[in-house]
Each structure stands twice: as C-alpha cells, then as structure tokens.
C-alpha cells in the first residue's frame, strides 16, 4: 500500500450547536500555515462559513471541505476535513458527510457536555462505523467540568471515553493540559496566539490526579497484549509512549475506546495537540476493510480495496451550485484513480459522464487537480446528471455502492413570486435547491396550484427562501408554515377493480383483486406481494400495477399527503386477449387504490419531535404544563448542573410553532431548547377533525 494513502486522512468534526466545531477547523487551518490569519466565528470571517447567511448567523448551515497538511512523529499527513453543521435542521449534511468519511473529531462543550445534536450524531457514525476521537472544547468557560463531560459520554452514548489528556487548571485559570502518555504538562504561549507552547511543571496538587489516570491509561494498554502485559508487571515505567500510542490506536479504529482531550480553540489552547491525536489515532484510507458494493448486473457482491491501480468506484455524497462554476459533485474516491478529461459510468443512471474539471475544495473555493486516486475526497464540475448517492464507476467494472438513506421533510410553507416575471426563475430555483438538498422537496398543490415547498424545520424554511432572494435575485410571498402531515391505512380490505375503456377500436381492459392494508412494521413506502397464482395475469404486466400503486401513494384520499407505507397483495384477476396492456392495469391500479384506501380507514399522520429544555429549577412547573398544554409526553426529568434540569418529551410538531418565543417568557430567557424529528403518529380524531377543518375549510364529523 502507497505511503500516499498511509499518511492520508478523512475526518469529519461534529457536535451540537454552538460547540466549537467550526472555531475548532478556523485554527486548524491557522496552525497547519493553511490561513495566514485567524478566522472568527462570531466576527462573521471564519473561512468554512462563507455563505452569507453563516457569516450574519454565526452557524454553519452547509458542510464545508478542505485540506491540510502536517508534520507528526517525523512523517507529513494530507488531513482532508469537512467541517459539518451543529443545528439538527440541517442534519443531512452530517449524515452524508460521515457516510464518505474515515474518521471523525466530536466537539462537546466543557459546560453544556453530551447536548441532543451530540447524540444524533454520535448515533449516525456509528451507523456508519466511523471511529472517533472527542475534543471536549470550552474548558476556559464557567462551569466547565471535564470529568462530567466523561460521565456523560458513558451515560449518555454509552461510548467508552479513555482521557489521553487531563486540564491544567480550570475555568478562566485553564492555561494548557497534561499529558497522559507522556506524563508531562503543556502550557500555550498568548502572544503567539497559540502558536507555541512549553513544557512546564505538573502542579503539585495535580500530581496524584496524574499519577493515577496515567496508571490507568497504562494498565489498559498493557492488557491489550501478553508482551506488554509481562512489561507492566515487571516495570510498569518500561512501556513506552510509542507503545501506548499503537495500542491505543488499535483499539480506537475497533472502535473499542474514544480517546478524549481537551483545549479552548478559542483562547487557541490544545488544537496542535488534536492534530497529533488525528494522525495516530484515527484511520488512514488503507485501515479500513475493502468497501462492498453490489455488481448491477449480476446483483451480486463484490468488493473494492483502497488501491489506486483498481478499478475506479467513487461515492458522490453531495451536489451543489457554483455561481462561476456552476454545479459540483463532491465525491469521495473508494478505488482506482480518475484523470480530469475522462469519461465516467455513473451506474446508478446507467449513463456515462464526461466531467471536464477536477478540483480540491477549500470552503468555497477550488484549486485544480488533474488526476485523483483512491482515499481522496474532491469535487468534480462538467458533469450533465450526477445526483446525491449515485456510484461513479469504470464502465469495464461495473459497481454500485450503498446509497444514503435522509429523513423526510417534517414542516411546510407555500411560496409565490411576487410577480409574474419570476414564475419561472423561482421554479428553476427550487429545482437547483432540491437537487442540492436531500431533505428539501417541492410540489405543486393540485387542488390550490400553490408551490409548497417542506424542510427540517422553520430554520431551514427560512434559509431556502433566503437563498431564493440572494442567490436567484427571486422575492417571494411566504405563507404561514404547516406541518408536513403522511397518511397511512388502518386496516385490511380486499377490493376488486375492474378497468374498461371502449372508444372504437381497440380499448383498454384490466381486472384485478388485491388485499390492501397497513405495511409490516418497520416497512415504509409500498410493500408490494405478488400472490397470483396459474398466471392469470401475464408477468410483464406486474411491474405496471406495482407502478401505478406506487404513483398513487404520492397523493393519500383523506387530504391529498402522501401515504407514509401500505402493503397491496395481489391475489386475483384476468386479462382480455386483444384490450389489455401495460398501461390498463396501472391505471386499475391507480383508480383501485382510490377506491380501496378510503373503505382502508386512511388516516392522517403527523410528525412528532423530540423536544429536550434545559431550563432553571425554578421554572420547571411553567414549563412542563406548557408542554402538556401542547399534547407532549414527558419522558424524563433529571439534573444537569445544581441550578438547571433537563426536561425530555415527545410533542407533535403542529404545536411547537413559535415554541422558542413562550420558552423565552416562561424561563425570562435562561432556558435552552433542542428540537429534533423523532416519528410519525396517528392524529387522535378529534384533532384530525380540526386540522381537516383547517385545510378544508368544513368540519368533517
């Protein structure tokens, strides 16, 4: 294996909101000579935020990307980073991101700890298998307390967190760490905004602290094999911190253990010190097993090694607009290598590609490459159709890597231009945006002709349609947001349709008898069976019905939502020998999901979040009989600081608009809220009664 792809890196940097992460990558590129000055969040000049609407909001709402290089243990290290956003309404953009990455750094706040999003995203990577190191960030703070922030990994993640290093000195006196492996203490020069550090003493009240974690980070090493074990019963001194190092790396890419530190990015204390713990802890492209994938054209598995002279197979993980460049597909590269120029397959679609430009990505600028290999991380330009999750390929060798699979949008706003003049520009826009967004969608309301447009939450509403006004110069008309409602079936029926179409000449006919009713559990979408028995409905017309039952799904018969999943087993039918065709049964299809769905008992459904308040003691009663008031489920209450509690419910969406405001004015101000999409749930009838009231304008009795 190529030194090239040892010494190379993926990494992602997750966490809650508000956690450091983005200040965290700012120094990153400031130490590793990437940025010649220190970019600021709060200041609007951090360079992975450089939409506008970050710089004004001080968030990070799209993953940014870039490469780094540094020096470790006498070796250079390509570090490809992509800097992820904390707020859950953009949440896909971690998902996608650790789906490509290698390893991952998780930001926690010394304060706040393990937060809602920190969970998620903890959740998504080890769907994705990612190994990870933890930076706990803040320790400068009021009430930072690294070792709670421990216990509440293993409480709350159920993670194993080893502490590589311990703070020296806490809250505003925090001045740089200790060392576990090597047992010394580093304190960070401020005039050189941290770009040098020195060796100091390890404080005398620390020293026994010290002892005793180092002993521990010992005794684990040494159990991870008999040489070391032997070593450590003879002298414990003896084991080396080259050893530790390899045994430590070991268990973090099994991901047996998360390595923690600590620092302040801000006050610019500990970030040299995670880079270090990136080169050696966290995995190079070669660590990992060969990639699966599925051969389309034999459906069945292959594999793919992490070698440039392979075949090539490449993940496209996200499609964005360029103002100069236009559209770019990020993708990372699992095999073989790829030269600017070339043509593609893109076997998700079936159709080659020629994509004229290769680029590294630095946020939002681009340095021309002229040829990519395996481990890479790049963007491409030039393409005609590459969407988010479609597998690039050599033709010769054919593959398809698993997809993505993003949440579905849980609120909805409809929007107009306010002329006519736009009509076509805002349509254009949303298409763009759609494609660049997994958990965005549009539709056009069939009954009202109104444009709805659905996302994660109000935040994103609000940043599309900002980006429809500045990116596509495009004003609209919002109305007033609306929850994102599915439909589903109750119960089983058994219904037959009968389709006939005479209008001189040959005419259509299709029969067909189906069990309709609700999906299994845990299925959603059609689940179709095909239960025919002596072919008393040809083969080929199946794939039609299934069809025309999947179209109608898009469209449910209680208020027109989609229906959320439904299982259709077809039992029965008959054809006619000179009128029946393809197109005969998926229109019976279609008319007998109409007909059936209705004597189905379909109901509404609704999205139900998971609400977490960190609020004073004091107002506890105020807020858990307002989330009552709103039909929520308290699942817990438990304390989080002596003066703060955290309460957790489950509250239906259509009663969390303007939450934030009331929290404001219960709490005067002092409590935090997370919101996150948690399920679907039947609508109770009463209040399907209203919210049909509301968008039909009669009460349905």
Not at 298 to 314: K, Y
Not at 475 to 491: I, W
Not at 597 to 622: H, N, Q, R, Y
């Amino acid at each position: 294996m190529s030194d090239k792809l040892k010494h190379t890196r993926n990494i992602g940097i997750m966490a809650h909101i508000d956690a450091g992460k983005t200040t965290t990558t700012e120094r990153i590129l400031y130490y590793t000579g990437t940025n010649y000055k220190l970019g600021e969040v709060h200041e609007g000049t951090a360079t992975m935020d450089w939409m506008v609407q970050e710089q004004e909001r001080g968030i990070t709402i799209t993953s940014a990307a870039t490469t780094v290089y540094w020096d470790c243990d006498q070796k250079k290290f390509k570090i490809n980073i992509i800097d992820t956003p904390g707020h859950v309404d953009f949440t896909v953009e971690v998902e996608r991101s650790l789906r490509v990455l290698d390893g991952a750094i998780a930001v926690f706040c010394g304060v706040g700890g393990v937060q809602p999003q920190s969970e998620t995203v903890w959740r998504q990577a080890d769907k994705y298998r990612v190994p990870r190191i933890s930076f706990v960030n803040k320790m400068d703070r009021t009430g930072a307390d690294f070792f709670n922030v421990l216990n509440q990994m293993a409480d709350k993640l159920g993670a194993n967190p080893v502490p590589l290093q311990l703070p020296l000195g806490q809250e505003e006196l925090f001045t740089g760490i200790v060392d576990l492996i090597t047992g010394k203490a580093y304190q960070w020069d401020e005039a050189s905004l941290g770009m040098e550090f020195e060796e100091v003493e390890i404080p005398d009240d620390m020293v026994d602290q010290v002892k005793e974690f180092r002993g521990r980070l010992i005794e684990g090493a040494a159990e991870e094999s008999e040489d070391l074990l032997e070593k450590f019963l003879q002298d414990p001194d003896s084991i080396s911190s080259e050893e530790i190092i390899s045994v430590v790396r070991k268990a973090t890419l099994e991901m047996r253990i998360t390595p923690v530190l600590c620092g302040s990015s801000l006050r610019n204390k500990g970030v040299q010190m995670l880079l270090d713990a990136v080169t050696r802890f966290l995995p190079s492209p070669a660590d990992l097993p060969a990639v699966t994938c599925i051969n389309p054209s034999t459906g069945e598995e292959e594999t793919r090694q992490p070698d440039p002279d392979g075949p090539f197979a490449a993940l496209a993980f996200k499609i964005a607009t360029d103002p100069f460049v236009g559209r770019l597909a990020f993708f990372r590269v699992y095999s073989g290598s790829f030269t600017a120029g070339s043509v593609v397959f893109n076997a998700s679609t079936g159709k080659r590609e020629r994509i004229s430009r290769l680029m590294q990505m630095h946020a939002n600028k681009q340095n021309p490459l002229e040829r990519i290999e395996a481990g890479d991380i790049c963007a491409a330009a030039g393409f005609k159709v590459i969407r988010t999750g479609d597998t690039l390929c050599d033709e010769k060798h054919p593959v398809l890597l698993e997809s993505m699979v993003f949440p579905e949008p849980v609120i909805s706003v409809a929007v107009e231009p306010r002329t006519q003049d736009d009509l076509e520009k805002l349509a254009l826009s949303l298409a763009k945006l759609t494609e660049e967004d997994p958990t965005f969608s549009m539709r056009v309301d069939s009954e009202t002709g109104q444009t709805i447009i659905s996302g994660m939450g109000e935040l994103h509403l609000d940043i599309i349609i900002d980006r429809i006004k500045r990116e596509f110069n495009v004003e609209c008309n919002v109305g007033n947001p609306q929850v994102a409602y599915k439909e589903t079936l109750t119960r089983q029926i058994v219904h037959r349709e009968v389709y006939k179409k005479q209008s001189g000449g040959k005419g259509r006919f299709a029969d067909l008898q189906f069990e309709i009713g609700p999906a299994d559990e845990g299925v959603t979408g059609l689940q179709f069976v095909n239960d025919l028995k002596g072919g008393v409905i040809p083969k080929e017309y199946i794939p039609s019905i299934e069809k025309g039952f999947q179209s109608a799904m898009i469209n449910g018969v209680v208020a027109g939502f989609k229906i959320n999943s439904m299982k259709v087993r077809l039992i029965d039918g008959s054809t006619h020998p000179v009128d029946s065709d393809a197109l005969a049964f998926e229109i019976a299809a279609t008319y007998g999901f109409r007909e059936a769905a209705a004597k189905a008992g379909c109901m509404l459904m609704e999205p139900v979040m998971k609400l977490e308040v960190e609020c004073p003691e004091e107002s506890i009663g105020d807020v858990t009989s307002d989330i009552n008031r709103r039909r929520g489920q308290l699942q817990r209450i438990e304390g989080h600081t002596n003066r703060t509690q955290i309460i957790d419910a489950l509250v239906p969406m259509s009663e969390l608009f303007g939450y934030v405001t009331t929290l404001r004015s219960l709490t005067s101000g002092r409590a935090n809220s997370s919101i996150q999409f948690s399920h679907y749930e039947i609508l109770p009838d009463e209040i399907q009664r209203q919210v049909l009231y509301k968008l039909r304008g009669y009460y349905v009795s």
